[in-house]
C-alpha cells in the first residue's frame, strides 16, 4: 500500500467531486515492462481499481482522477466572430464555452483541466483569462504569441503576471519555424521564465528534424509534442518511428498522450466528422512505440476537446487511454493521467 496516493472519488448521486484516500495498487512497474508478460494476456484486475469491459463501452467513472491537458474554447457568435474554425467545420462551428465542457469532464471523472489556444489573436489570449477567471478548475493557459516577433518579450511579460499562463503553442498559426536568431531569442526568454512550449508536428507542420534541433539549441524549455507526434493509420510508419527515437533522446520533450481518432481521419483536417475505430487493439502499436520511447515520465494525457467529437468523443477517448494503461497498473495510468500533468504545465 502506498498511502501517499490520493485519489478523488466521483459521487454518482450528486456528480460532485470529493477528495478521499485510497490505497494504490498495481503500481511499481517499469514504464516500458507491463505488468504482465504477454500483451496478449489480459491484465488482472488491480485492487481498487474497476476492470474496463471494453473500450468500446462509456467509460463511467473510474474513481481516480484525470487532468486534461488539451482543451480549446471560442465562441464564433462574439463580437468579429472568430479566425477558426470557419463555418465550413460540421460540429464545431458553434460557441464552445467553459460550461459545456465542465459538463462533459463531470460525467467521465475528469477533475481538472488546462486549455490550449485556438486563435492567432494575442487578444484571444486575455479572453481566455478573463472567462476562466477564479474558476480553479481551469489550472492553466497555454497562449499563443508569434514566437520571434518585435512585440514577443512585451506580451509574454504581460501574460506572464497570470499564473495560470504558463507556456505557449508555437509555430502553428505563424511564422514557420526557421529557427533563425529571432525565433531562438523568443524561446529562450520562454524558458528563463519557466514555461512550456506546445508544438505540433505531423507531415510538412514543424518537422521533427527542426524539433530535435531546437530542444538542442534551447535544452532548458521544456517541449512537448501534441496529438501523438501526428502518429497515422494501424500500423507505424518506419521513418516515424525513426524520428519519434530521436526526439525522444531529448530528456526535455515531452509527449502528448492526446487525439487519438486523429489517426484514422481519412482527411488532412477536422472539417467533416469521422469514424476512428473504438477497440484498443488499433492503437496500441503506436501507444507502444510512444512508451518505450518517453517512458511513463514523458507522456501526458488530453483530449483535444471539442475536436475529439469529431472522430469519436471524450468518453471512448478516455476509456481507450485506460484500457491500455491498466496493464501497467495504477502508479503508471496515475502520471500519464494526470501527475505528469501537474509537474510539466508548471513554471519551472
Partial sequence: MNTSDIMFTISRTCGVVILGAMAACGGGQAANKPAESSSTTPAK????????????????????????????????????????????FKGLYRDILPTEYKEVAKKNGIVATGIVEASPKVSDDDWILSITKGD??????????????????????????????????????SPKMTLDAKQLASCKELAAKGMTLDII???????????????????????????????????????????????????????????????????S??????????????????????????????LIWGSNWPVVEQGGGVTKEIAIAEEYLKSYGNDVRDKVMYKNAQKFYARH
Avoid at 145 to 173: C, H, M, Q, T, Y
Fill in 136 to 173: 480553479d478548475f481551469f489550472k492553466f493557459f497555454v497562449g499563443q504569441l508569434e514566437i520571434g516577433s518585435p512585440g514577443f518579450s512585451a506580451d509574454l511579460n504581460r501574460l506572464a503576471k497570470d499564473s495560470r499562463f504558463v507556456g505557449i503553442r508555437g509555430f502553428l498559426w
Fill in 201 to 267: 508536428s505531423r507531415g510538412d507542420l514543424n518537422p521533427k528534424d527542426k524539433v530535435d534541433q531546437l530542444a538542442e539549441a534551447v535544452p532548458k524549455l521544456h517541449i512537448i509534442i501534441d496529438h501523438l507526434g501526428g502518429a497515422k493509420g494501424e500500423n507505424p510508419d518506419p521513418k516515424w518511428v525513426e524520428a519519434i527515437n530521436k526526439l525522444a533522446k531529448h530528456p526535455n520533450i515531452y509527449m502528448k498522450f492526446s487525439s487519438f481518432f486523429d489517426m484514422f481521419n481519412p482527411g
Fill in 269 to 298: 483536417g477536422e472539417e467533416e466528422p469521422w469514424k476512428s475505430p473504438e477497440n484498443v487493439s488499433a492503437y496500441k502499436p503506436h501507444f507502444d512505440v510512444l512508451m518505450k520511447a518517453f517512458g511513463e515520465d514523458r
Fill in 45 to 88: 484486475k488491480a485492487e481498487g481499481q474497476p476492470a474496463l469491459a471494453s473500450a468500446t463501452q462509456a467509460a463511467a467513472p473510474s474513481g481516480r482522477p484525470i487532468w486534461d491537458t488539451h482543451i480549446h474554447f471560442f465562441q464564433v457568435t462574439r463580437q468579429g466572430g472568430v479566425d477558426w474554425p470557419t463555418p465550413k
